[in-house]
């Protein structure tokens, strides 16, 4: 079944790539009729840039990282300076299409009464004048209009010229302004939330989320070490891991990774596997973590805080990514299961690496699901896609009367190194009793 997943997914991403490049040397290319070395050196720079991308996404998670990173930084940042461009010079050609054909509907609405005479139509001169011959049609003005909508090929080249500069400088300008945040330091973002269930004596509990790392080809254990030293700065009760660590096998960056260890809190941390674990090898990565004392919640649960009889405590819940099923059949998400012979009456925080499995988590009384995956939608235009796809994109949410959902941002990024208007970020969420 794995096997299916990765064809249908590459044969998808080719077709995406090959349609957006080619998309791409029509506007800049065909339109604006460049020629030469500069028709050459364009057509070059697009077919490299089209095969680099999957070669990255292969490379990155194959080939050890003194030779995977270069290669994967210049094909990740060709694949979002190239989201940018298509997005803009798609806007523009949406902007003219609809301009035109506002300006059609405009000219198809214009009447001109028949019992009137039209001061624009011809004059028709039947008789001899000294000034005419016979049958001679003479025009008010002294050159016709041009027909709606003609721009004439020198005029049509130059905007061709100019909507392509002007898309290529502000997409060259985003880009840069997105790299800088993703690679920048990552920001600890405060949650408080009250929960209904929660023993006063665990008033101000503090648990720090982190999300999506994604260590991989490109962030690797020294973007870990800045994680670990902010995470131990907040200094957390519990620390949780809610999918998406990790982008690559144990082999190649299980060192990086290791750096985890570090992590300081007095309850622990916890760990859900998201998507991209099973991509990575889950069957390895989960016993990996256990030696570094981060165990994974599999449609499971464990008690936080006082485990004596009448101590201060909550639950904490974990589930699979629902892709696991495909890699690793016994994973498919089960809530139920991981909820079997619960008190009702105690207070329940979920680790769900998706937030989908809201609906069925308030359905079994969570008070708090936290999640990932989304990225807060990384960069626009995926900010949009995000909105529709899942039902919350990022930031504390209400979902019914007793549950509550935080989608964190993520910690790193994946694909395009590029952050706009959604940046990282480790989450301190504060527990208060409601």
């Given at each position: 079944m794995r096997y299916g997943f990765y064809s249908v997914v590459f044969t998808?991403?080719?077709?995406?790539?090959?349609?957006?490049h080619r998309y791409a040397?029509?506007?800049?290319?065909?339109?604006?009729?460049?020629?030469g070395a500069v028709r050459r050196l364009t057509a070059a720079i697009l077919i490299a840039g089209c095969a680099s991308i999957p070669l990255g996404m292969i490379i990155g998670r194959y080939v050890d990282r003194t030779v995977s990173q270069p290669f994967a930084i210049v094909a990740f940042s060709w694949a979002g300076f190239m989201a940018f461009l298509i997005t803009i010079l798609?806007?523009?050609?949406?902007?003219?299409?609809?301009?035109?054909?506002?300006?059609?509907?405009?000219?198809?609405?214009?009447e001109v009464p028949s019992s009137e005479p039209n001061p624009a139509a011809?004059?028709?001169?039947?008789?001899?004048t000294p000034s005419a011959p016979p049958s001679t049609v003479v025009h008010p003005a002294q050159t016709p209009p041009a027909p709606s909508g003609l721009i004439l090929p020198a005029r049509r080249a130059f905007l061709a010229r100019a909507s392509a500069g002007a898309a290529l400088g502000t997409a060259g300008g985003l880009f840069v302004i997105g790299a800088r945040n993703a690679f920048g330091e990552v920001a600890v973002k405060e949650?408080?939330?009250?929960?209904?269930?929660?023993p006063k004596a665990l008033d101000g509990f503090k648990i720090v989320q982190l999300t999506d790392v994604h260590i991989g080809a490109m962030l690797d254990g020294r973007f870990l070490d800045g994680v670990v030293e902010t995470v131990n700065r907040q200094k957390p009760d519990l620390v949780v891991i809610t999918g998406d660590l990790v982008d690559g096998s144990t082999r190649l960056i299980?060192?990086?990774?290791?750096?985890?260890?570090?992590?300081?809190?007095?309850?622990?941390?916890?760990?859900?596997?998201?998507?991209?674990?099973?991509?990575?090898?889950?069957?390895?990565?989960?016993?990996f973590l256990d030696k570094l004392r981060i165990p994974t919640l599999v449609n499971s649960r464990v008690v936080i805080g006082?485990?004596?009889?009448?101590g201060a405590s909550f639950d904490l819940a974990g589930i699979p990514d629902r892709q696991g099923t495909l890699f690793v059949p016994e994973h498919e998400p089960n809530l139920g299961r991981a909820l079997e012979g619960r008190d009702p009456e105690r207070e329940l925080v979920l680790l769900a690496h998706r937030p989908n499995p809201i609906t069925e988590a308030a359905a079994h009384g969570v008070g708090l699901q936290l999640s990932g995956h989304t990225h807060g939608g990384q960069f626009f235009p995926i900010t949009a896609i995000g909105e529709l796809v899942h039902p919350y994109n990022a930031g504390l949410h209400r979902h019914g009367d007793l549950t509550q959902i935080y989608v964190s941002c993520g910690t790193g990024f994946w694909g395009p190194p590029i952050r706009i208007l959604a940046p990282s970020e480790v989450t301190s969420i504060r527990l208060y009793a409601a």
């Amino acid at each position: 079944m794995r096997y299916g997943f990765y064809s249908v997914v590459f044969t998808v991403g080719i077709a995406l790539l090959y349609f957006a490049h080619r998309y791409a040397w029509r506007r800049l290319v065909k339109d604006t009729g460049v020629t030469g070395a500069v028709r050459r050196l364009t057509a070059a720079i697009l077919i490299a840039g089209c095969a680099s991308i999957p070669l990255g996404m292969i490379i990155g998670r194959y080939v050890d990282r003194t030779v995977s990173q270069p290669f994967a930084i210049v094909a990740f940042s060709w694949a979002g300076f190239m989201a940018f461009l298509i997005t803009i010079l798609f806007a523009l050609d949406a902007g003219v299409l609809g301009a035109r054909l506002v300006a059609r509907l405009r000219g198809r609405n214009v009447e001109v009464p028949s019992s009137e005479p039209n001061p624009a139509a011809p004059t028709i001169v039947t008789g001899p004048t000294p000034s005419a011959p016979p049958s001679t049609v003479v025009h008010p003005a002294q050159t016709p209009p041009a027909p709606s909508g003609l721009i004439l090929p020198a005029r049509r080249a130059f905007l061709a010229r100019a909507s392509a500069g002007a898309a290529l400088g502000t997409a060259g300008g985003l880009f840069v302004i997105g790299a800088r945040n993703a690679f920048g330091e990552v920001a600890v973002k405060e949650v408080p939330v009250g929960l209904a269930r929660l023993p006063k004596a665990l008033d101000g509990f503090k648990i720090v989320q982190l999300t999506d790392v994604h260590i991989g080809a490109m962030l690797d254990g020294r973007f870990l070490d800045g994680v670990v030293e902010t995470v131990n700065r907040q200094k957390p009760d519990l620390v949780v891991i809610t999918g998406d660590l990790v982008d690559g096998s144990t082999r190649l960056i299980g060192a990086d990774v290791a750096r985890l260890g570090g992590i300081q809190s007095r309850h622990g941390t916890w760990f859900i596997t998201g998507n991209h674990e099973y991509y990575s090898g889950a069957g390895d990565w989960i016993p990996f973590l256990d030696k570094l004392r981060i165990p994974t919640l599999v449609n499971s649960r464990v008690v936080i805080g006082d485990k004596g009889p009448g101590g201060a405590s909550f639950d904490l819940a974990g589930i699979p990514d629902r892709q696991g099923t495909l890699f690793v059949p016994e994973h498919e998400p089960n809530l139920g299961r991981a909820l079997e012979g619960r008190d009702p009456e105690r207070e329940l925080v979920l680790l769900a690496h998706r937030p989908n499995p809201i609906t069925e988590a308030a359905a079994h009384g969570v008070g708090l699901q936290l999640s990932g995956h989304t990225h807060g939608g990384q960069f626009f235009p995926i900010t949009a896609i995000g909105e529709l796809v899942h039902p919350y994109n990022a930031g504390l949410h209400r979902h019914g009367d007793l549950t509550q959902i935080y989608v964190s941002c993520g910690t790193g990024f994946w694909g395009p190194p590029i952050r706009i208007l959604a940046p990282s970020e480790v989450t301190s969420i504060r527990l208060y009793a409601a």
